[in-house]
């Protein structure tokens, strides 16, 4: 399969910059995965779309303030983008000391391995330990208090490269029940959400569970090898609680739907399943494809934002409604001038 095959044109005046006012009044393009029919329906509309009996899977990782922007110690600017926690530390960590993450930095040439960093009035200290095969440098962190702490002080919204306004409120990056903190991007299908429409949505009979999955910015990274299978897919961290893998399983043991909230959590899921789409228990990390051609074992539905082209999003998506469904879908909305991406509207695909 050819990455092209998912290349699509779109004007840049669709690429939303900032969040729309309210939350749930994000348009939603419904997708019928069997026939590639559409229906134009308004996020708050959600409720009416879900079943009794139905479940609804939910990420919900915290993003960090994880791009700094520091010195070298020998002077000269230096940006830094927290990605992945390395094992020294989670992102609490313990009250002084130090952890290890994964980091890309900005000019990477000028970050080789030994250089010493400082941010802020030297309350958070580095040093570049290695470099990793993809070109990130892994960084160990020294602070005093705990590394939330200083990153909350320190730290600011890393924002997706095609986002060029300014985020006027922090939180609009952030979701509703979001709850651990670990990603460097938000899982933005469930920007959508408030907590209303989550009451509204449980009140009709609707099971909601979480996992985490820690987002990294390899998410907005497009496939550059010429076949889709010769892309390696970056690994994120997830947890699935015992009680989410339960519910799961009791919903289609009942019959019922299993909606995942964004490709992470369908990632999730999907990576957990066994054959007869039950999953287990898990903590650790997936590198999961999902790319058309892949036979779904869990999720019967989901819930997502539109995605760039030749991206492994966009390919996901077209796994579960098919290629020419997608684009379809994709087409009509730009004609209809839906907005993309991260502050974008959303589809629903069942």
């Given at each position: 399969m050819n990455t092209k095959d998912f290349k699509f044109d779109l004007p840049v005046e669709l690429i939303a910059q900032t969040p729309i006012k309210r939350r749930d009044q994000s348009r939603l393009l419904c997708i019928d995965k069997r026939t590639g029919g559409i229906r134009h329906r308004r996020f708050f509309e959600l409720p009416e779309l879900m079943r009794d009996g139905d479940c609804l899977v939910l990420n919900?990782?915290?993003?960090?303030?994880?791009?700094?922007?520091?010195?070298?110690?020998?002077?000269?600017?230096?940006?830094?983008?927290?990605?992945?926690?390395?094992?020294?530390?989670?992102?609490?960590?313990?009250?002084?000391?130090?952890?290890?993450?994964?980091?890309?930095?900005?000019?990477?040439?000028?970050?080789?391995?030994?250089?010493?960093?400082?941010?802020?009035?030297?309350?958070?200290?580095?040093?570049?330990?290695s470099e990793t095969d993809s070109g990130n440098r892994l960084i160990q962190f020294n602070f005093k208090g705990t590394f939330d702490e200083v990153l909350g002080r320190l730290g600011k919204m890393p924002l997706p490269p095609y986002i060029h306004e300014e985020l006027q409120d922090s939180e609009?990056?952030?979701?509703?029940?979001?709850?651990?903190?670990?990603?460097?991007?938000?899982?933005?299908?469930?920007?959508?959400?408030?907590?209303?429409?989550?009451?509204?949505?449980?009140?009709?009979?609707?099971?909601?569970?979480?996992?985490?999955?820690?987002?990294?910015?390899?998410?907005?990274?497009?496939?550059?090898t010429e076949l889709v299978e010769g892309h390696v897919m970056h690994a994120e961290y997830?947890?699935?609680?015992?009680?989410?893998?339960?519910?799961?399983?009791?919903?289609?043991?009942?019959?019922?739907?299993?909606?995942?909230?964004?490709?992470?959590?369908?990632?999730a899921l999907e990576s957990c399943a066994d054959e007869s789409g039950d999953i287990s228990a898990f903590s650790g990390f997936t590198d999961i494809f999902i790319y058309p051609g892949y036979e779904f074992k869990c999720i019967d539905g989901l819930i997502t934002n539109f995605h760039l082209p030749e991206s492994t999003l966009i390919m996901l998506v077209s796994a579960l409604a098919g290629r020419e469904n997608t684009l379809h879908a994709y087409s009509e909305a730009i004609r209809e001038r839906y907005r993309f991406y991260s502050f974008g509207d959303a589809c629903f695909i069942t």
């Open positions: 919900n990782s915290r993003v960090m303030p994880a791009r700094l922007i520091g010195r070298r110690e020998t002077g000269g600017a230096v940006e830094v983008v927290i990605l992945r926690d390395a094992g020294a530390a989670a992102a609490g960590g313990p009250k002084g000391g130090s952890c290890v993450w994964e980091c890309l930095v900005r000019p990477g040439r000028k970050a080789r391995i030994g250089t010493r960093l400082v941010f802020g009035e030297e309350e958070l200290t580095a040093v570049v330990v609009r990056y952030q979701t509703v029940y979001s709850e651990v903190s670990g990603s460097a991007a938000a899982p933005t299908a469930g920007l959508h959400f408030t907590k209303g429409l989550i009451d509204e949505i449980g009140a009709r009979g609707v099971k909601l569970c979480h996992i985490t999955l820690h987002v990294g910015l390899g998410t907005f990274r497009p496939v550059k997830f947890i699935i609680p015992d009680e989410t893998a339960a519910e799961v399983n009791r919903t289609k043991s009942e019959g019922g739907r299993v909606i995942a909230v964004g490709t992470t959590s369908c990632r």
